[in-house]
């Protein structure tokens, strides 16, 4: 029987061959086309934006999609609130009408992926459904966004996929929730999936039907993080029974401060196309509170194919998820899920609520849209006395960031219409010129003075509303500090002290907004009780957070779980120092309102319960514990439970490397000197290659010479090389600069990042100062500072920069940045003798890297003709960010550490992963240790006659002598060979005495 494929219909005509390609006839297909945050802040998307056609999850390659473009949307306050008031009429795919029209509401306004720097990866990856992938609408955490559809067939069961990715700018998944009659579902974009997956970039619901009138809704947000919607895909299924709609939650997460002691919710039956009501047995619904089930307490008034439920017992001042389930007797499965708080403030500060006119402030505030003695609005704060943006904001207070409220106009102190729910605060003046807004722009150092004649006297707990777009950093991470004013009121010349830090560890969105308590550094919430009185708070940026206002709170009647902190060495701010073996390290546990028993308190390093030593008292312990093992990275948790049973624990890493360690800088490359007759900057001609300092002063200094030119480029330092415009530092004037093919390897298509040339790229001196060598170097923001920077900082000025003497903190360690593949970097030293493991402080943002090789050069060290042996490879299967570093072994093919051998004046080379490239899985290298190391010693045999050959791994600096014995039990083995020379390699010895009698072998090291 001979088979068609049919392709399409095709005729063939006096015009020729035509052909008509299939289109779906009761598929609707909608895009997101506009991109108004994109467009309002620079973003530079794609102009025009593209359009999606074809298939998706449903449909055919023919398929017509309807476009929401900005023809279509209104927005309340570009770029955001976008919204569609009148029924927008919806084509089928193949271009017909459908009757089906749509309104929607996205609040935050519409986003193309490719600006800003970001991307999607469905359009790097040459995705077709890049067009469709890269613009969304945007739904900030807590915000309330939606689809409405109308015209739909009453009775009759729909299929929808939502789609749902965004750009790569995620951490850790962003998990955005869409509510369909009732039923929730999440999905968790990874910014990093390239195709159509289920719960990542789509959404399907399977049967959901529209109410009497023919109206449905889908409802998009998520009280903790963004939920975005490319687009969605509509087409009616077969009749049938349909999951049970979980409705009328309430407290439903929409609004903040929720006074209750209750929650209530409904269950409702649902089919399609007439078939029978499913039921919904109450022992098939389960609830479950911050993660513990509460299913017992449920009460039911109704029918089974419509219940009323209630859940007692909530407390104020928390923050309660809550997740339902329903399985009906059709075994259709359904979900819903909210959180709220039921948070009573004492008092509410809003951000924009700063002092002015040098020190006056207003106690109880009313937002306004006008001037007023009772509102902030339009009045003006004195730099320097009431905020400072010494560390930059938005030139001229940020013109196109300012809504009309607050109007403080004050010099580049930038406001923006908050992404997040109002509080109750400006929804009670029903005014809509009055709405939450956030402090934009806030760098680093920026502070601003809130000033009130009363706070609260008693133990409260401090609540910021904040979001940080920031990446993986270190140290405590991204934070805004609270202050107490304790001089200088009024004045440019004033002292603070720090209460605590509202900390965002690793941010992810700026438009995901959460409260987050006050706490001291190693995130233990802290009690606050203030002095009475008059009093000043200030916001002090640590790390760039958006903040719209910060809260006080009565301390729960259980009290706070027990504080864990004050650690000695500093275990949880990736501390400065090596940990001495043996040792110890010390932490405290404290509780302010229960007791704590030492049988609550434990520790465990490597994963093994430690012994402790504890003194103090039952509400303050100071804790004890042992530190072994020399040069290894060793992890600890520590845990305790106070006696109301409220529970805290730390978990971390700590080192206890030697300070001994052989350590060299990833900028510290070799380098080729001119001896003055050399033209053209070629090995040879004047310039001898592979050139090096043994023990290199730590001079990376970011500060401005003063009068001291020589504290910043020293002839003992390879900062500021090369050096011949500096006159009494190189004699020579000709310089010294790393040779291309002889001290490193960076293609000049691969060169560092421009924008990095000017700011950053002060190490080496390349490009913007002088003729350079084009690597990429910056200042390192690790949190680990190596005691030889430690040191150097803590050197005396001898009256540079203006001053006569301190620490020096410009003095900072550099790393290599835009290290791409095959490019390299060759480091030579006098290494001292002996068998290493070795150590890289790296960094990368771009994904896992792999095979970033160190490599011992064997010959042509200096010319531009050198042979190699790989060493081993440097791997991390999961960077956490371009400036967040790890520790990483040096290993074999098999993850094996390698051991290597060195003596003396050795040349390594460092080059680049196989899969690092602009586009990304790039890695920033810091420095590098060798760690003395014994690799596990091992004897083999083999046969071949009546020889018998041993074969045993030797160390430079050791002598060997190999033993036999016709028994194990013999007292008494004699020599087969003594006086083995250890070089690093197997050495064999051969024995054809044996006559082919059993023997056994022992091999001694000396």
Known sequence: MKKTLLLGLCAIGTAGLTCVHAQSTNLIDVQILDASISIQYGGNPPNPLPVMSGAAVLGESNDVWNTIAASNLTYSSYPSGATIATPL?????????????????APAGTYNANSFGNYSPFTRAGSPYSALMQTLMVVGAGQSGSVTLTGLTVGQGYKIIFYTAGDQNVSGG???????????????????????????????FDGVAPDSTGKLVINLGNPSAETDMNGFQMVPVPGGPSASSINNISPNGSQFFENTTNLTFSITSASTGGAPLPTNPTNSVAVVVNGQSETSLLKFTGTSTNWNVSLPGFTSNSVYTV????????GLFSSNSVTFDTYVPEIIVPVETYDFNGGQFIQSAVPAS??????????????????????????????TLVPNYPDRGDSNVAFQVASDRNLPLYLAQSNPAVYNVNLSYNNAGNWFNYTRSAW????????????SGNGAPGGIGNYEALNLLTGGYGTSTQATNTIGYFIIKNGGNWNSYSWVPLTDANGNVLPIKLPGGQQTLQLLSGGGLN???????????????????NFNPALTTGGNEFLSVPGTASFSVSSLVSTLSQSNIHTWVNGNLVSETFTGNNTNWTVTFPISGANQIQSFTISAVDNNGLSNSVAGTFNTFSTNNFRWMAADYDFSTNNGTGTGGSVGNGWTGGQFINSPVPTGDTGTPIDDETYQF???????????????????????????????????????????????SIYRLSSSQVSGDGVGTQVAGDSFLLPEFLAAQTKTLNGRDGTSGGPDTNICEFNVAYFYTNNWLNYTRTYPAGTFNVWGRLAAGGGAFTNCTLS?????????????????????????????????ELSDANNNPVYAQLSGQETLRLTAPTNSTPAGNGLNPLFFMLVPASPPFSISASVSGNTVSIHFPTQSGHNYTVLYSTSLGSPSWQTLSTGIAGDGTVHTVNDSASGGSQRFYRVQAQ
């Open 856 to 888: 011992l050069v064997t010959s042509g060290v200096g010319t531009s003709n050198q042979t190699t042996q790989v060493l081993g490879s440097f791997s991390d299967p999961a960077p956490a960010g371009w400036q967040t570093y790890h520790w990483i």
């Open 174 to 204: 962003r998990e955005g929730l869409y509510t369909v009659n009732g039923n929730g579902e999440y999905y968790i974009w990874d910014g990093v999936t390239t195709n159509l997956v289920s719960a990542v970039t789509y959404l399907e």
């Open 547 to 565: 903040v719209i206002d910060f809260m006080f709170l009565s301390i729960p009647s259980l009290g706070l779980p027990p504080a864990i902190a």
């Open 323 to 330: 997740g339902i389930v329903v399985t009906n007797s059709a």
């Open 370 to 399: 006008t001037p007023g003695p009772t509102t902030y609005f339009g009045v003006t704060g004195v730099s320097n006395v009431d905020y400072s943006t010494i560390a930059g904001g938005v030139s001229g207070g940020g013109a």
């Open 456 to 467: 609260p006297t008693n133990y409260c707990i401090v609540y910021g509303r904040v979001s």
């Open 714 to 760: 020293t002839l003992n330092s390879y900062f500021g090389y090369p050096t011949g415009l500096y006159p009494g530092i190189d004699p020579s004037g000709f310089g010294a600069i790393a040779e291309q093919s002889i001290d490193i390897n960076w293609p000049t298509n691969l060169n560092q990042d421009p924008g990095l040339v000017v700011s950053n």
């Open 89 to 105: 009429p919806l084509n089928y795919a193949n271009g017909t009408p459908s009757g089906i029209s749509m309104t929607l509401s």
